[in-house]
């Protein structure tokens, strides 16, 4: 069985992707005058109750300046440690990659809100089983393997968002293009490629990146939820994610913050007997792989309107049964993930120097 073959693909699939009481009247007087005067202590505790409710509640939009188009740019790193064993052999692979975005407010027209996306830049850093592969394009060189070249065209692709009032994404742009580009840099990817990245999976994929705000007002303490949240990535199987968000109230470190924490519990689901493989060298046929320990925290800046930044955690964990060639193997992943997203009015200064500087 050819291990280093399976190793590649399972590396590929990492690399692809990287939560009152009635009152009773009285009969006398001062019974009544009392009545009198706790009504109107009653009436003083509702207002200071309403200021205080109004100091703890928040407006939890996004503010796009469709007028003059003004850009946002966000900053994503995520770090993956990963270990694979498969037939007693032990692989780990410790995965660190920045993407850097630039969105542009297009056009309001209704609920709908239509917004573009273009990367601006991207850095990669991969050790799988020692052996380094890296990626950075606002460096003046570069090493020469297929994996760069693919990296490579990944910047400068744009896309076009279509939210709706609850910011789900209805309309994703730019999909062929992006798709035709990555198979030109890596034609042997083209089965795999063309059924991962449909555009139902390029806008769930997109989705998180706005729906983490409700769209409404929450007070200090009070949660929603994102149920059934599905990423169908066809031979790869399809991950669903259920997400819930709480507001906290202001964040300690600067009160101008409003602080969001949010769990997530991430299932996986394998695509089951019978689908195409999709150009992988194997085939899932099922698997029990769940995530632990999915926690993070959202900073929202009432001020911007904006994310300003958020991190999450998770760990995931489980197995496998695969089939390569005929032959059925158990592959055990252990893997944890930070990741992080950084928002500012201005571009990073990592895109600002020149290549080679």
């Known amino acids: 069985m050819p291990l280093c073959r399976l190793l590649a693909g399972l590396a590929a699939l990492v690399l692809l992707f990287g939560l009152a009481a009635p009152a009773t009247q009285g009969q006398d007087d001062k019974k009544k005058d009392e009545k009198k005067d706790e009504k109107k202590d009653e009436k003083k505790d509702?207002?200071?109750d309403e200021k205080k409710d109004d100091k703890a509640k928040s407006d939890l939009v996004w503010k796009f300046d469709f007028e003059k188009k003004t850009p946002f740019y966000q900053k994503m790193t995520t770090v993956t440690d990963q270990t694979i064993t498969v037939m007693g052999n032990k692989v780990t692979q410790k995965q660190s990659q920045i993407f850097y975005f630039t969105w542009t407010p297009e056009k309001k027209e209704g609920d709908s809100m239509v917004i573009r996306q273009k990367i601006t830049g991207v850095k990669m850093e991969i050790?799988?089983?020692?052996?380094?592969?890296?990626?950075?394009?606002?460096?003046?060189?570069?090493?020469?393997?297929?994996?760069?070249?693919?990296?490579?065209?990944?910047?400068?692709?744009?896309?076009?968002?279509?939210?709706?009032?609850?910011?789900k994404v209805t309309k994703i742009e730019g999909r062929d293009k992006f798709v035709d580009a990555l198979v030109k840099a890596n034609p042997q990817m083209k089965p795999l490629l063309e059924a991962i990245l449909s555009e139902d999976a390029l806008k769930q994929m997109?989705?998180?990146?706005?729906?983490?705000?409700?769209?409404?007002?929450?007070?200090?303490?009070?949660?929603?939820?994102?149920?059934?949240?599905?990423?169908?990535?066809?031979?790869?199987?399809?991950?669903?994610?259920?997400?819930?968000?709480?507001?906290?109230?202001?964040?300690?470190?600067?009160?101008?913050?409003?602080?969001?924490?949010?769990?997530?519990?991430?299932?996986?689901?394998?695509?089951g007997a019978g689908k195409n493989a999709g150009g992988l060298p194997f085939q899932i046929k099922s698997a029990d792989l769940n995530s632990k320990e999915a926690k993070g925290t959202i900073l929202y800046n009432p001020e911007k309107g904006?994310?300003?930044?958020s991190d999450m955690k998770l760990k995931l964990d489980g197995k496998l049964n695969i089939e390569i060639g005929?032959?059925?193997?158990?592959?055990?992943?252990?893997?944890?993930?930070?990741?992080?997203v950084e928002t500012s009015e201005?571009?990073?200064?990592?895109l600002a120097k020149k290549p080679g500087t």
């Open 46 to 48: 509702e207002k200071k």
């Open 127 to 167: 050790d799988i089983g020692n052996q380094k592969i890296s990626y950075d394009s606002t460096a003046g060189k570069n090493d020469n393997n297929p994996l760069s070249e693919f990296f490579k065209v990944l910047v400068g692709t744009e896309f076009t968002v279509t939210l709706d009032k609850n910011y």
């Open 206 to 271: 997109a989705e998180p990146t706005f729906s983490a705000l409700p769209g409404t007002a929450k007070n200090a303490g009070e949660e929603w939820k994102l149920l059934d949240r599905k990423l169908d990535m066809g031979p790869i199987g399809t991950y669903v994610n259920n997400y819930t968000y709480k507001l906290e109230g202001k964040d300690e470190k600067n009160p101008k913050l409003d602080k969001i924490s949010v769990s997530t519990t991430l299932k996986y689901e394998a695509p």
């Open 306 to 309: 904006w994310v300003e930044s």
């Open 326 to 340: 005929g032959q059925a193997t158990e592959v055990a992943i252990d893997q944890t993930q930070d990741s992080k």
């Open 346 to 350: 201005k571009e990073s200064a990592d």
